[in-house]
């Protein structure tokens, strides 16, 4: 697959991601909709490698790789598919759109990555302006969206923290099999708190938005969108590659509000620029450094 396709497909996936999500759980418990989605993927990616003649890693640094990944894949997805029914498809897209600059915070502490300099800190500060905006909405939210947004912020907090303990393993796997290990460890997670909460009994509907739904997810946001994502980050700097983070809440904002009815305020479109905009400071505001010492030394 080509690089522009794979960015394109990226893309895409990632801005139908979050209505998918609250469709995925219209007419199926959540956490049986994440679990099902999930298996679905591990089973079509299993097959995959086999035709691609592709192993599965499966010594110690791979099995702790897949763990520390599934922390994402069971831990924030568990909690952005429940928080789907108390918050619009599109803020899941802002919140995880966040991702970026709480793994470079966690990175400090358990990487010992550099200290951020000013305009990092100013970066951090705008986004989380922009949440505030967001949460203080009370159009776009309404009273009983607090379980959601609390659920929202674990489920990003999770999938910051799993990225970055990936990240500490370094265990240098292929991209698809490094999918589809995280994708089976996550599956007991999954039949664990749905045993738990004693979710509803599965019923398939073929006329049901939720049927296809997580047939979609589990194709191409488990799978192919996860093999697209590591691909482009292979090829391309991790600064274009963190443009997907720009793009996708505004397409998932507009798209919630178009194909599912879901309030699109003023409030919602000013804090999302907010966080549109700490997120572009975040990645390029070293550029602006430059000039303005330039300005300075006149």
Not at 114 to 131: K, S, V
């Amino acid at each position: 697959m080509s690089v522009p396709i794979s960015y394109l497909a990226v893309v895409i996936i990632w801005s139908t991601t979050p209505l998918t999500i609250a469709w995925s759980s219209e007419s199926v418990d959540p956490v049986l909709a994440a679990g099902i989605r999930m298996a679905i993927a591990a089973v079509l990616g299993l097959g995959l490698m086999a035709v691609l003649r592709t192993p599965l890693p499966l010594h110690w640094r791979a099995q702790k790789t897949y763990a520390c990944a599934a922390i994402g894949v069971f831990g924030a997805m568990c909690c952005a598919y429940l928080a789907s029914r108390f918050v619009p498809s599109g803020l899941i897209s802002i919140m995880f759109g966040l991702a970026p600059i709480l793994s470079a915070i966690l990175g400090q502490w358990l990487l010992q990555e550099p200290a951020f300099q000013l305009y990092r800190w100013a970066a951090c500060l705008l986004a989380f302006a922009g949440l505030g905006v967001i949460f203080t909405d009370d159009v776009a939210l309404g009273q009983d969206s607090l379980p959601g947004l609390l659920l929202l912020l674990l489920a990003v907090t999770l999938f910051s923290l799993s990225a970055v303990l990936v990240k500490r393993c370094d265990g240098r796997l292929n991209p698809l099999a490094h999918t589809v290990g995280a994708l089976i460890w996550s599956l007991p997670g999954f039949a664990i708190t749905g045993w738990l909460i004693d979710t509803d009994p599965l019923v398939i509907d073929l006329a049901s938005r939720s049927f296809w739904s997580i047939l979609y997810l589990a194709i191409f946001g488990s799978l192919l969108g996860f093999v697209s994502y590591f691909h482009v980050l292979r090829h391309l700097p991790p600064s274009t590659v963190a443009l997907v983070t720009l793009i996708t809440p505004v397409f998932a904002l507009m798209l919630g509000h178009l194909l599912n009815d879901e309030p699109l305020t003023a409030g919602l479109w000013q804090g999302c620029l907010l966080v549109v905009a700490g997120l572009g400071l975040f990645f390029w505001g070293h550029r602006l450094q430059p000039s303005l010492n330039r300005q300075s030394s006149k």
